[in-house]
């Protein structure tokens, strides 16, 4: 109580008040600077909606991972703070890094996003107890947009509990073992 | 236990049920803070890292997921929230949606693109179009924003931040040579804590593309 008033004092002053108000007009201005744009193109709208539907983390992931195949070893190979040899090492160990990340990162996102879709079905006659252990509590419909975005949520966080051991166990690994393959591949092209 | 695990559901659901674009930018931030973790205990519980190697190399894991985590939140939030708010005044809009606020007559330019605009509120007739509209934009955002975080902003401060950071531990490194050399003089000998080997042979597996992104 004392604190939200203390709050609502500061927030109430001449001062703070003039400088919301200045905020809101930048903001304002900044907002129409934006041109209006309206889509009404049937297909776009309906890829937009799947997206935003469909388009849980795992997708994400494997999307990140393939942008950063054209991206980061090209940002590597243009360090020129770091030797030549150092600059091919890195970039081998970035590409390496950036396969097995995304490798581990979709799989296990998938397989737990597509776990906990059989693990959350709603309590009835016919339904194992195990198989409700991730429905919310007073929930009674499965099939709606809002439970579909909950499984996809509930799957990225158990996925990524279980990444933080894959992170040591297959991604460190298997990082290294395509460093050296790719490193030995650069030495025997540079060779010839 | 049991009540936790049913409350932490029951807060996903509410949380993220209707915000697909916002359940990426947490989970995002979230995977980031996980591997970060992963990377400052791999290298507190290696044995092979002697102390005073890391003595210098924890407090550099922990800058470097500093990096990773606030231009991860910061980049993807800034594009959700951008997103959000030119859906919610109207700015990016469907014609479906477009046709139905003026045919309530309302005049377009006094209320398209205004701060104050809320068509979710206002016009909560539209409200399943609008929703499927603005999950799709925000999702899009959400991606484009970590893509340009994780695989342009971040490398590039990264890479800036390992340079900086070599440099620093060079400059240092020559102080020590030259102050062992004026101690061996004297018949003494300092311990040297880390060698220009060790630091080349660490740096090269760490930078300039550190931390796995789970």
Redesign the interface.
């Known amino acids: 109580m004392v604190l939200y008033s203390i709050k609502s004092s500061i927030l109430n002053a001449p001062l703070c008040a003039r400088a919301a108000v200045s905020m809101r007009s930048i903001k304002q201005k900044g907002l129409d600077m934006i041109p209006n744009a309206q889509f009404s193109n049937e297909k776009f709208l309906y890829h937009l909606k799947d997206i935003g539907k469909n388009f849980s983390s795992d997708k994400q992931r494997l999307a990140l991972g393939v942008t950063a195949l054209a991206t980061q070893p090209f940002i590597d190979a243009h360090n020129k703070r770091v030797d030549e040899e150092t600059r091919k090492v890195s970039v081998a160990r970035t590409v390496a890094k950036i396969i097995a990340g995304t490798l581990t990162g979709f799989l296990i996102r998938y397989g737990c996003i597509k776990s906990i879709k059989a693990f959350s079905q709603i309590p009835g006659k016919g339904v194992p107890k195990y198989k409700t252990i991730f429905t919310p509590k007073g929930v009674k419909d499965n099939t709606t947009d809002a439970f579909d975005q909950y499984r996809n949520a509930m799957g990225t966080v158990v996925a990524l509990g279980i990444m933080v051991f894959t992170n040591f166990l297959i991604d460190a690994p298997l990082t290294k073992f395509l460093t050296n393959t790719f490193v030995k591949h650069q030495k025997m092209e540079d060779k010839k | 236990m049991a009540n936790l695990f ?1 409350n932490f ?2 807060v ?2 509410k ?6 674009g916002k ?2 930018v947490h ?2 931030v ?2 980031w803070i ?2 970060a ?2 990377q400052v205990s ?1 290298v507190v519980f290696n044995d092979k890292i002697s102390k005073e190697q890391k003595s210098f190399l924890i407090p550099q894991e922990i800058a470097d997921a500093a990096i990773n985590i606030v231009s991860y939140y910061v980049i993807t939030s800034s594009f959700k929230n951008l997103a959000s ?2 859906v919610s ?7 479906k949606i ?1 046709n139905y606020i003026k045919s309530k007559k309302v005049n377009p330019a006094e209320y ?4 104050n605009t809320n068509i979710e509120k206002d016009f909560p007739e539209i409200k399943g179009d609008y929703k ?9 955002a ?2 484009v924003g ?2 340009i975080s ?3 902003v971040t ?2 401060l990264r ?1 800036e931040y390992a ?1 900086q950071k ?1 440099k620093e531990a060079i400059l240092r490194m020559h102080g020590k040579r030259q102050k062992n050399e004026n101690n061996d003089v004297k018949g003494l000998k300092q311990p040297s804590k880390l060698s220009m080997d060790n630091y080349i042979r660490i740096a ?2 760490k ?3 550190s931390g ?3």
């Open positions: 049913s559901k029951s996903m659901y949380n993220y049920g209707e915000n697909p359940m990426l989970t995002g979230l995977g996980l591997s973790m992963a791999a708010k030119l005044t109207g700015k990016l809009s469907t014609s477009r398209i693109g205004k701060l499927a509209f603005k999950n799709g934009v925000d999702v899009v959400s991606t970590s893509i994780c695989n342009i490398p590039i890479n340079a070599q090269s597996m930078y300039p593309s796995l992104k789970v």
